[in-house]
C-alpha cells in the first residue's frame, strides 16, 4: 500500500500510509503553507520503510548501547531511554515521533502555526506571538467528581502558548489504540516534543494502576501478535470501581507524573480516572463544565 494524501474540507490535510494516519493544520502566508506542505509529503512517503528496517530493535527494551540509527527511530529511543530500567521499548514513543518529524518541515518564514495530529498524538509549531493552541481533552464519558455524579464530555482544555516550552501533547490509557499496564481512562501530557510526551503518556497510564476484584488483564501478545510487550499482563476491562480504589490509582499516576516533571520528562499531565481527575505540573489547565469543584490537590499549580 502506497501513501495518500487528501485535503479534507476544512482545509487540514490528511497523510496516511499504513498504520500512520496524520492530520496537518497549518497557518501562515499561502506561499509558504503550500510548501512546508509539499515538504512533509516528500518527508512522509519513505518514513514508514525506514521504521520498518529497524522494527525488531525498535520492539525489544530500549538500552543505551542499542540506538537504532534512523532519524525517526533514533528520536523514539531517545525518549524513553530516561525511563529504563523499567521495561519500556522505543515503540512507546512512535506517535509522537513521526508527529515530529513531519512538523519539522513545517517550520519555515511565513507559517505561523503548525499541528501535527498522529492519531491523538501531536506536535505542534507556534512561531513567537502566534495564537495559542487550546485542545480538548476528554475526561471521562460519565462518572462521579469528589462524589457527585456527572456527564462529561471534552470538559478540559490544555492551553499551549507561543512563549511555554510545550511543544507536543500525547494520551495514553487502557481504552486507546495502544496496550496500557494501567487502568486510568486517559492520561493526556505536555512536553516539550510529541515523542517525549507519547512517552512520558504512556508510563503515567502504566502507572495509574491498582489491585481490585474484576479488572481483567491477558498477555499482551495475545491480544496483538505484534506486540512489543510480549506476555506482559495488559489491561482488557475495568469495572466501575470503588472510591478508594480509584484514589489509590490516582495516587500512583500523580505520583509518576510529579516525578517527570521533576525530571524534566514531562511540564504537566491532566490523569482520569472514572469521573476523577488530577492535574499535575506547569500546564495550564481550563477546566469547564465540571459538576463541581475539584480537590485542592487535584489543581495544576
Known amino acids: 500500500m502506497s501513501a495518500s494524501r487528501a485535503r479534507l474540507p476544512d482545509g487540514r490535510v490528511h497523510f496516511q500510509h499504513g498504520p500512520i494516519d496524520l492530520v496537518i493544520a497549518v497557518d501562515g502566508e499561502p506561499a509558504a503553507v503550500a510548501d512546508g506542505i509539499d515538504r512533509a509529503w516528500r518527508r512522509f512517503g519513505p518514513l514508514l520503510g525506514e521504521l520498518v ?3 525488531l530493535l525498535l520492539r525489544r527494551c530500549a538500552e543505551a548501547h542499542a540506538a537504532p540509527v534512523g532519524a525517526v527511530a533514533a528520536r523514539m529511543h531517545a525518549a524513553v531511554l530516561p525511563f529504563r530500567p523499567r521495561f519500556v521499548t522505543p515503540m512507546a514513543a512512535v506517535a509522537g515521533a513521526v508527529a515530529d518529524e513531519i512538523l519539522g518541515c513545517l517550520r519555515a518564514p511565513g507559517i505561523a502555526r503548525a499541528c501535527v495530529n498522529n492519531g491523538g498524538d501531536i506536535a505542534l509549531y507556534l512561531a513567537p506571538g502566534a495564537p ?10 460519565r462518572g462521579a467528581l469528589d462524589g457527585r455524579d456527572s456527564a462529561v464530555s471534552m470538559p478540559a482544555a490544555l492551553h499551549v502558548a507561543a512563549d511555554a516550552p510545550w511543544r507536543g501533547v500525547a494520551t495514553s490509557g487502557w481504552r486507546g489504540r495502544s496496550l496500557s499496564l494501567g487502568i486510568a481512562d486517559s492520561v493526556t501530557v505536555l512536553a516539550v516534543d ?8 504512556t508510563m503515567i497510564a502504566n502507572a495509574v494502576d491498582v489491585d481490585a476484584p474484576g479488572i481483567v488483564r491477558a ?6 501478535d505484534d506486540s512489543d510487550l510480549g506476555g506482559i499482563p495488559a489491561t482488557v476491562e475495568v469495572p466501575p470501581l470503588p472510591d478508594e480504589a480509584v ?27 472514572q469521573g476523577r481527575w488530577r492535574a499535575v505540573g506547569e500546564a495550564r489547565v481550563e477546566a469547564r ?13
Open 289 to 301: 463544565g465540571l459538576a463541581g469543584p475539584a480537590r485542592r490537590d487535584a489543581v495544576a499549580a
Open 247 to 273: 484514589r489509590r490509582a490516582l495516587d500512583a499516576g500523580e505520583a509518576e507524573a510529579r516525578r517527570c516533571v521533576a525530571r524534566g520528562l514531562a511540564g504537566g499531565a491532566l490523569i482520569a480516572l
Open 219 to 224: 498477555p499482551a501478545s495475545s491480544l496483538r
Open 194 to 201: 510529541g515523542a517525549r510526551a507519547d512517552a512520558a503518556a
Open 132 to 141: 495559542a493552541y487550546s485542545i480538548g481533552v476528554a475526561l471521562d464519558r
Open 53 to 55: 528496517a529497524e522494527l
